[in-house]
């Protein structure tokens, strides 16, 4: 195995920690930092670094969140400290090893995804019931019952930082999601129901599994907060969209009409919070999601054109 920048740091905090007879069993590179996999006289262990400063403090509140209303396990944090590594200084988690496998090391396609989706909602559904009687929570915070100045609370700095001055954001970009922002209450006027504890980054690579596929743990929240289960759902159909993740809950627990737009509005608010996170920008990317927003809602179809235009697809 090749050795990384993190293999030293990583057992150097694992041996700080008192962990003993320490061998890297495995290494993750991540889209928001790295993993350490280790093997210790005491058990198996994992060290998770993180490229976004605050991140791994922000993820032990959202793990604390989620864990008491959680079906599956969820990761138990031993240590979080900075340590140095070869180039500066590390957030670090330790935490004891959850067995499963990841989600890209299960048969492709997975023989049998259906009882697979149904495991993965039921753990959406048990999150997704747990409330807040204040309503819905602001980035602060603060709480309101109503659900629009909640939503405006998370994303307007991300409107503001898409528009400043060293934003790699293009101009057809801007302006799409200038149009995007304009729209927000048509769009998000028929959401209704209570606020709901959603993981921020459900999607299937953030369960582990036993070898038939079924999921057997839960990882990597995000922003964990009462929101509406919309802004949940949306990453059920991110990945193995074979597996039907999302059809499946909208299935059990209907959702008001203008979802199929919804999705992808909350998709690319969302991807603007990961590009400002870890300096991740792909023009084509956000053009193409456009363009999937438009043919469910025709208003965004000029938007979509001229971005679509401005960063085509890949030959």
């Known amino acids: 195995m090749e050795t990384s920048v993190y293999q030293a740091p990583a ?25 350490v996999f280790l093997q210790a006289e005491q058990g ?3 060290v998770k670094f993180s490229r976004q400063a605050g991140r791994l403090a922000s ?34 988690l330790l935490m004891p090893r959850l067995l499963g496998i990841p989600a890209w090391e299960l048969p492709n396609p997975l023989p049998n995804p259906t009882p697979t989706a149904q495991r993965i909602v039921e753990q959406m559904l048990a999150w997704h019931a747990v409330s807040d009687a204040r309503g819905f929570e602001h980035a602060n915070g603060e709480f309101t019952l109503a659900f629009l100045p909640a939503f405006e609370s998370w994303t307007r700095p991300l409107l503001a930082g898409l528009n400043a001055e060293n934003s790699p954001f293009s101009t057809q970009l801007r302006s799409a999601f200038a149009k995007l922002w304009a729209e927000r209450e048509r769009v998000l006027a028929p959401i209704t129901g209570p606020s709901s504890l959603c993981h921020d980054d459900p999607h299937a690579c953030n369960f582990l599994y036993d070898a038939s596929g079924l999921p057997i743990a839960a990882i990597d929240p995000c922003d964990v907060a009462f929101r509406h289960r919309e802004q ?11 597996w039907r993740l999302l059809e499946s809950y ?29 300096a991740w920008y792909d ?19 000029s ?3 001229v971005a679509s235009t401005a960063h085509p697809a890949s030959a």
């Open 303 to 305: 938007v979509a054109d």
């Open 11 to 35: 057992l150097a905090f694992a041996a700080q920690a008192g962990l003993v007879n320490l061998q890297v069993t495995q290494e993750i590179p991540s889209f928001y930092g790295h993993v």
């Open 250 to 278: 909208i299935e059990q627990q209907p959702l008001a009409d203008g979802f199929a737009a919804r999705r992808w509005f909350f998709s690319l608010w969302d991807d603007v919070k990961h590009s400002q996170n870890v």
């Open 59 to 92: 993820e032990i509140v959202a793990l604390n969140r989620l864990r008491p209303h959680s079906l599956l396990p969820m990761p138990e944090v031993l240590v979080h400290r900075e340590i140095l590594g070869e180039h500066g200084k590390l957030d670090a």
């Open 283 to 301: 023009a084509t990317w956000f053009a193409n999601k456009f363009a999937q927003l438009a043919q469910v809602d025709a208003d965004f179809q």
């Open 232 to 242: 949940d759902i949306f990453h059920l159909a991110d990945a193995f969209p074979d």
């Open 44 to 46: 198996e262990f994992v």
